[in-house]
């Protein structure tokens, strides 16, 4: 972590202060040309100048500014997570910061965002944002993105909803958001649930509350050590080589993409089998995008003792396994069942 930058904003008693911290990402991308959308390199400008590209955030909050890392988020790695989460705990416990602000890059964010929602330990408001288009893109949606983000982050009304994410105007409970389109400006959707607000020109509302645990009432907490815990997906014609390698490699858990409600090829059932006989945790969940996963019984799910994701996504199961196992959670149905 480096260069802490203060703004002052106009009555700067009465304005909400704000921690800013920056991770990397297209909001913090540049290219060599404004037409250039996709050949930029993510994640090399600073947290200063992200800040200096928005008028008019000096008169929504005080803020405090820290550049956490400068990655592409497809590079995200546990150990970066441990560190963010920590800092994101120690800055909300300081009587002086309202909130936290996260701007990250798009590809994992939804990963991420979960894994606050699941261990940041305040009722402060956390909010995670980014941007589709490189800072130096025509139309660059970042600033307004940043903008929108530090607004509902300095609301007493966004306090006790959980990590949430303000991107495109729309604001997503970190459960549910997922990414949907590789280039679109409007690029994420909570598939079941659908958005819980928008913001927009200053303002911001919630349509909708949240009721699943996070937070203050999330049973976990982040780790140092974190368990491995590897994707698979279900195809046609799929091999289990891929499980094989997992297990040999020293998963403790595996989360399946599988097909339609989680089912899988025979191929993966019968390698599953063998996994599961080693003790290695099973979660089934879908490729499909949208939907949930029920348990399937005696077809697999109590053959098996493999445990249903529900409307978790494989990533964000992915998440929630690591904790519950990092946690030593011994009902792991009950763990997905609840969060
Ligand atoms: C990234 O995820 O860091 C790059 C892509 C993006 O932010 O849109």
New binding site residues.
Partial sequence: MNAVTIIAGMNTSSLPRIAVLAT??????QAGDASNTTGYK??VVGVDKLLDAVPGLSSVARIHAEQIAS??????SPALWTQLVLRVNALLAQDDIDGVVIT??????EETAYLLHLTVKSAKPVVLT????PSSALSADGPLNLLNAVTVAASKDAAGQGVLVAFNNQIHSARDVT?TNTYAVD?FRSPETGVLGFVQDGRFEFQRGIVRPHTMKSEFAIVENWPMVGIVASYVGVLRVGIDALVKAGVAGIVVAGTGNGSMHATLTQALADAAKQGIAVVRSSRVGSGHVMRNGAASDDALGTVSAGTLNPYKARVLLMLALAANAQDLQRVFDTY
Avoid: E, F, V
Avoid at 24 to 29: K, L, P, Q, R, V
Avoid at 71 to 76: E, L
Avoid at 104 to 109: M, P, Q, R, V
């Fill in positions: 990397g990402g297209t909001i913090a991308g993510a994640g990655i592409d988020s497809k590079d995200m990250h890059g798009t590809d994992t964010l980014a941007a589709m288009r990414k690029a």
